[in-house]
Nanobody, 121 residues
Framework: QVQLVESGGALVQAGGSLRLSCTAS????????MGWYRQPPGKQRELVAT???????NYADSVKGRFTISRENAKNTVVLQMNSLEPEDTAVYYC???????????????WGQGTQVTVSS
């Protein structure tokens, strides 16, 4: 079994910063891509940022220059540093990892449970 646990969501004023963290645990052989997605109220889930095992990153246009994704491979952790937050960033944030379990031959996608980020104006 593989589990992803997120932390760091909070209520923050516009212009502020937050750091989200997501750690995978369980019977893990390796992790490929990691990413963050978000679901604003009443809207569909959307991509925020991703990072490959080689360290390449990709960002949604709406967060470029404000958010930074990074990974700590030894800790099976992905971090999203969010600066200059705007009310439009309010959403539930989910992490996603492509994980190969020790008893598996292929990678499978796992989602975290979500963490609420609320930005007040």
């Amino acid at each position: 079994q593989v589990q992803l646990v997120e932390s760091g969501g909070a209520l923050v004023q516009a212009g502020g910063s937050l750091r989200l963290s997501c750690t995978a645990s369980g019977s893990i052989f390796s992790i490929n891509n990691m990413g963050w997605y978000r679901q604003p109220p009443g809207k569909q889930r959307e991509l925020v940022a991703t990072t490959t095992s080689g360290g390449n990153t990709n960002y949604a246009d709406s967060v470029k220059g404000r958010f930074t994704i990074s990974r700590e491979n030894a800790k099976n952790t992905v971090v999203l540093q969010m600066n200059s937050l705007e009310p439009e960033d309010t959403a539930v944030y989910y992490c996603l990892m492509a994980v190969r379990a020790r008893d598996a031959f292929t990678f499978r996608s796992y989602w975290g449970q979500g963490t609420q980020v609320t930005v007040s104006s």
